[in-house]
């Protein structure tokens, strides 16, 4: 009897098979049936049971049985951003032979790339989200933050002080006297409110403990907007 959806058969005593598994069902949202094939192998006696040891096998509506890197492929054919996969199979030179190769290299050595799997995602593998990137992406934003406020801080009074090398307070009284009312706009920063020396020592400080919000994930958002406009307030004077 062929199955109304396309089954993916697959090793039932393998935990890499098993964990994989799980992610391609995921990705697949419950379009590719599967099942091990110690359980269903005797409904398709046309295959040998030693294949079905070697690779998956993805038995279609019409009867059709793809094996390995291309039964892999063709099950992820209606996943989008996947479905290049089954196109460059049938249409690149050398990407089948070479998804074929791999795929054996994998299957001979499912042990090893089960640990590996489970070193680098653990168990429970789970569709792409960016996440991590982005999680990582936001710490690394805090950390250059933080050395930016840090690293003003111990200079910013000789830079821009009241006795500074260019006084911020002179600086912001030249800019309203060129451009007037346009100031604000043309020089976006918060020291149009004051510029003295300990509001400029205090900016860093509140710029540093924002960067360790955005660090630490400690409202972070709220974290990032005003270390944005305390660093945007800096450069604009300094």
Request: one cysteine or more; glycine letters at 8%; aromatic letters at 16%.
């Amino acid at each position: 009897m062929l199955p109304i959806a396309p089954l993916l058969i697959f090793d039932g005593d393998c935990s890499f098979c098993r964990i994989w598994l799980g992610y391609w069902q995921k990705l697949t949202n419950g379009r590719i049936a599967a099942a091990p094939f110690q359980e269903v192998a005797g409904q398709f006696p046309n295959i040998p049971r030693e294949n079905f040891q070697r690779a998956v096998h993805l038995i279609l509506p019409d009867g059709e049985a793809l094996t390995a890197a291309h039964a892999a492929f063709r099950s992820l054919a209606d996943v989008p951003g996947y479905g290049w996969m089954l196109w460059a199979y049938h249409h690149v030179p050398g990407f089948a032979g070479a998804s074929e190769f791999f795929y054996r290299q994998i299957a001979a050595h499912r042990n090893f790339f089960y640990y590996v799997t489970v070193f680098l995602w653990g168990k429970h593998l789970e569709p792409a989200t960016y996440g991590i990137a982005t999680r990582w992406f936001l710490r690394c934003l805090g950390v250059i933050y933080l050395i930016a406020f840090l690293s003003l801080e111990v200079q910013i009074q000789g830079l821009i002080g009241a006795r500074g090398i260019l006084p911020a307070a002179a600086f912001l009284d030249a800019v309203r006297g060129f451009y007037g009312a346009s100031s604000w706009l043309r020089l976006p920063t918060l020291f149009w409110l004051g510029a003295g020396d300990t509001v400029l020592k205090l900016t860093c400080v509140a710029g540093a403990l924002a960067s360790f919000a955005i660090i630490g994930n400690f409202a972070r958002r709220a974290a990032l907007a005003i270390a944005f406009v305390l660093y945007l307030s800096l450069v604009a004077v300094c």
